[in-house]
């Protein structure tokens, strides 16, 4: 063959059929298409953390609300969540079913400690992006070991550090007590406290109890902690748990000064079902603006999350912070997918998830997403609050930096 015969079958192939595929041609990662983003999760919708199945309502008519609007460039949002019962093999294998059958573009912040660190391995190996993985363990910033993960939530160890800062500067004599699920997310608090104390843990940290998931009531680990004589309680419990720990010590007549996790600060999940009375003065923590404290009353963005509730979430409660979270977090990945562009690819997802710098509605003010090249962790900052024992927490104090690298 001559050479320009030769060069001219290669600019017929170019003009019909690519050598290459282009850009254009593989812009697009599983589960998405012109008119559409498929979006896998799993979520506590029963089992002993069931409480937080209100995160995955809410992000689910999120989406229905950004749909209503057009999508994103054009495209529906379809999330796919299915119960895992906070259980982690139920996690595995529901995930499988996510990635293999259903063919998701990527796994939008499935919820709970045990069932991300279940299912990490099982995604990275297969490179499929879990992205906003809702879980305050510092090891969802792992980039190096696994790449194909971030997580979204303050650091359980950086909240416990916070609490013991305080605690260290207005109670230096305290006897302090420790209540955590035993698991991860537990015994990161505990380490959060251990390092903050040093030294000092030896004369001030004089009880530590743990508890199961499978464990009916918690009433006897109350019980030794509160006759180990302290007088604050660190509080590393979820939902279900954490109503009984509050309402329990409360009906036995120990009244320490306690600090609940972020986790399971919520008015509706957690104080009600306790007592909202066997609450008050209780200290927890958060980055966001919390709908059951009326300071936010006239505030934009808290009357749009009301207006959006009403709507989209009808008969479900505003105040419970649970469906807040939701519709953070799904505010949150629609700006990540908005800054995508028309790169919808998995590798594209998780560049752009260390190029965030953006400001969410709700988040408190100064609290916003961030990350980059070196920094993996999206939220950073706290801020203490305080229960009123009726309805509502009160914020007080500074902005805190929550940074698991400090």
């Known amino acids: 063959m001559k050479r320009r015969e030769f060069i001219s079958l290669l600019g017929g192939a170019a003009a019909g059929w690519p050598l290459v595929p282009t850009r ?8 998405v298409t012109d008119t559409e983003i498929k979006l896998g999760q799993t979520m506590p919708y029963s089992g002993p953390a069931s409480a937080f199945g209100a995160v995955g309502l809410t992000m689910t008519a999120y989406f229905s609300m950004i749909n209503e609007q057009g999508g994103i460039r ?25 990635v293999e059958q259903d063919q998701v573009f990527l796994i939008a912040s499935p919820l709970g400690t045990p069932s991300n ?31 194909w993960t971030i997580g979204w939530l303050p650091t359980f160890e950086a909240e ?3 609490y013991t800062q305080y605690i260290l500067q207005h109670a230096p004599n305290a006897r302090i007590a420790i209540f955590y699920q035993n698991d991860d997310l537990g015994r990161d608090y505990v380490r959060g406290v251990q390092k903050e104390l040093g030294e000092k843990a030896k004369s001030m940290l004089v009880a530590v109890q743990s508890y199961e998931l499978s464990e009916p009531t918690v009433d ?8 180990s004589g302290a007088d604050i309680l660190i509080n590393a419990s979820t939902s279900k748990f954490a109503a009984q720990s509050i309402r329990v010590a409360h009906d036995i007549g120990w009244k320490p000064q306690q600090f609940l996790s972020y986790a399971s600060a919520s008015v509706a999940g ?23 404290d009326p300071q936010w009353a006239g505030d934009t963005e808290y009357r749009d999350y009301v207006a959006f ?26 700006k990540l997918i908005e800054q995508c562009g028309d790169d919808l690819t998995r590798e594209n997802v998780m560049e752009q998830t260390l190029k965030l710098d ?25 801020q203490l609050q305080r229960f009123d024992g009726k309805s509502s927490f009160t914020l007080f104090g500074e902005v805190m930096n929550a940074s698991p690298q400090n």
Request: proline share 7%; no cysteine.
């Open 358 to 382: 953006v400001h969410i509605p709700m988040l408190l003010p100064g609290v916003k997403l961030h990350t980059s090249a070196t920094d993996f962790y999206p939220i950073e900052s706290l």
């Open 309 to 334: 509730m009403s709507r989209f979430r009808s008969g479900a409660s505003t105040s419970d912070t649970f469906n807040l979270a939701g519709y953070l977090l799904g505010a949150s990945l629609v």
């Open 24 to 31: 254009a041609a593989n812009r697009y990662g599983p589960g």
């Open 160 to 162: 416990a550090r916070i």
């Open 270 to 292: 957690v104080m009600v079902p306790a007592g909202p009375e066997k609450a008050e003065g209780l200290i927890s923590s958060t980055y966001f603006k919390d709908p059951s």
């Open 220 to 227: 006897s680990q109350i019980g030794i902690l509160k006759a």
């Open 117 to 147: 660190l279940a299912i990490r391995k099982y995604l990275n190996a297969n490179k499929v992006p879990t992205v906003f993985a809702a879980s305050g363990l510092a090891t969802f910033g792992d980039r190096v070991n696994y790449p």
């Open 74 to 98: 054009g495209r529906n949002l379809r999330l796919l969540s299915l119960d895992d019962g906070y259980s982690p093999p139920k996690a595995v294998e529901q995930i499988r079913r996510l």
